[in-house]
């Protein structure tokens, strides 16, 4: 079945510092893929998505890449700010199953 | 657009208890879906609607569990003779159409268990 592995957290950086988790994939089909973030208190909200092999996703700086040869979706910002400390889910949804997938969430905590 | 709207957020229930959770869509959307999350885990799916018809259920949902969407409008889900295991976030979700498209979570009902 359908899977999603990310980097196991929770990760801490400093403001400012290159932000990367890791999100691999195991799908039938051709899977869309995207990233939520769920901030402290709040529901899950989609943060970027890519439908096809070599896009990428972008919103407010953070960055995915659709790879299909090494089946990752890995998720990078340059600079990290104290208001981007939240939990990061990787999903994928398949085109005949009305379900998403997620990854058991990674936990970013960035100190001023 | 006034989001995916959930109730009640948080209820607290003695075991074998029997509890419902409401879950209202974004308007024009006609899918709709259940996940339950535990903490330090990811979203795990229950189960789906396509208008009023339900189309899937996962292996999760036990016969204890049932959720309704009646003239595919808003959604129930309802869990009979409640465990210490069901204790949980139920989240709901709509989206318009495929699986291309940006799912719109609620913030969740908090179930706990006693």
């Known amino acids: 079945g359908d899977s999603v592995t990310q980097m196991e957290g929770p990760v801490t950086l400093s403001e400012e510092a290159f932000l990367t988790i890791n999100c691999t994939y195991t799908a039938t089909g051709y899977p869309s893929l995207f990233w939520y973030v769920q901030y402290p208190g709040e529901g899950l909200q989609l943060l970027l998505k890519a439908t096809k092999a070599d896009d990428k996703g972008s919103n407010k700086g953070f960055e995915a890449t659709y790879r299909k040869e090494t089946t990752s979706f890995h998720l990078e910002k340059g600079s990290v700010q104290v208001s981007d400390s939240a939990v990061y889910f990787c999903?994928?949804?398949?085109?005949?199953?009305?379900?998403?997938?997620f990854g058991d969430g990674t936990t970013l905590t960035v100190k001023p | 657009d006034t989001g995916v709207s959930q109730n009640p957020r948080h209820k607290i229930t003695k075991r074998g208890q029997n509890v419902t959770f409401r879950c209202d869509p974004i308007?024009?959307?006609?899918?709709l879906y259940w996940y339950r999350q535990t903490l330090g885990q990811g979203p795990e799916f229950l189960t789906y609607f396509q208008n009023e018809a339900q189309l899937e259920k996962s292996r999760l949902l036990s016969d204890r569990f049932s959720a309704e969407r009646p003239k595919g409008s808003f959604s129930t889900l309802e869990i009979q003779r409640t465990e210490q295991g069901d204790s949980a976030m139920y989240l709901c979700?709509?989206?318009?159409?495929?699986?291309?498209?940006?799912?719109?979570f609620g913030e969740g009902s908090w179930l706990t268990v006693v």
């Open positions: 308007s024009e959307h006609n899918r």
């Open positions: 979700a709509s989206s318009l159409g495929g699986s291309g498209n940006t799912i719109y």
């Open positions: 999903a994928l949804s398949t085109t005949n199953a009305g379900k998403s997938t």
